[in-house]
């Protein structure tokens, strides 16, 4: 994701590589913070499996720690839960280790083809064929651990965004098909749009484990650990503004007519300056209602 304006999520690039923090969720499972997204490790006797490896360049930091936890040894398995950088940072370092690399076949594809975005001209490079995913599926699959995933079909953040379920310490790894802090991008030129971000929500819970005191802990791919209660008040904000937009865009306007009727006016105080998210939702539209527009 890249921080556009004020209230976006966490940008793509930092000036130095970051100091990674290590936050413990359940027995050999750990969340770590800080190169570029957030990045779940799991440890243990039959090797480690990551979740998203964060930026390039903080790639060798994110190795450092990785290897510091306890019952560390060698990544075995990287999930990618998209193809936006600071989930593939650390593929070429894996795969040349041989790293088995799970993406959802879209990610495949992207990561396969460079990329630039019209909205702003930001420019992606194709990966080399050694750090692309070497593993990929359709609908859903398992690890021989018991680790389960599967594909958020729902287009919420791009087409190829999977998720990452670990029973054991009952916590689902959903990259940015859930954003903890600011408003999330809605990369709707590989795939993405708001109705896909609702969509995608109410996917997750009908995944998560809500058995009382064991509910599902849920790990975005910024910010905090977020709640079911937390994903149900999302889909309730994102439904208002889909249905806000649509309304908008059956009438004919626009997306610069979209920014300044504030459709997300009530959510401003919580989440930040909507604008770049409500231009980038309303564009969105267009690809998935308005096809020939």
């Keep these: 994701m890249k ?65 510091a936890l306890p019952n560390s040894g ?9 193809w936006h950088p600071e989930q593939t940072g650390s593929n070429e370092r894996l795969g040349m280790a041989g790293a088995t690399i799970i993406a959802q076949e879209n990610t495949r594809l992207w990561l396969q083809q460079n990329i630039t975005w019209p909205w702003n ?7 080399s064929k050694v750090a692309q995913p070497n593993k990929t599926f359709y609908d859903k699959g398992a690890l021989d651990s018991g680790i389960r995933y599967g594909y958020i079909s729902d287009a919420a953040h791009t087409d ?6 670990l029973p054991q310490q009952n916590v689902l790894a959903v990259g940015d098909a859930a954003c903890g802090q600011g408003w999330p991008v809605v990369d709707w030129w590989t795939g993405g749009w708001i109705g896909g971000i609702v969509g995608g929500l109410q996917r997750i819970q009908s995944i998560v484990n809500k058995d009382g005191n064991r ?32 309304q908008m865009l059956n009438k004919g306007r626009g997306p610069s007519e979209a920014v300044e009727a504030k459709p997300a006016k009530e959510f401003e105080a919580k989440m930040g300056n909507p604008d770049e998210f409500i231009r980038r939702s309303f564009e969105s539209l267009w690809a998935y209602l308005s096809p020939d527009a």
Excluded at 218 to 225: E, L, N, Q, R, T
């Design 74 to 82: 060698l990544v075995r398995t990287l999930f990618n839960t998209h």
């Design 3 to 67: 921080a556009a304006s004020v209230g976006l999520a966490a940008p793509f690039a930092f000036a130095q590589a970051p100091k990674i923090t290590t936050t413990q969720l359940g027995d050999n499972l750990y969340l770590l913070g800080g190169a570029g997204a957030n990045v779940i490790v799991r440890t243990g006797a039959e090797g480690v499996v990551m979740v998203d490896g964060g930026l390039a360049q903080n790639a060798g930091a994110l190795a450092q720690a990785v290897a």
């Design 160 to 165: 190829g965004d999977l998720y990452v379920y």
């Design 121 to 127: 001209g930001q420019k992606f490079k194709k990966l």
């Design 215 to 246: 509910d599902t802990k849920i790990v975005p791919a910024v910010g905090p650990v977020l709640s079911l209660a937390d994903i149900t008040a999302q889909v309730d904000m994102y439904g208002t503004i889909y249905d806000r937009l649509n």
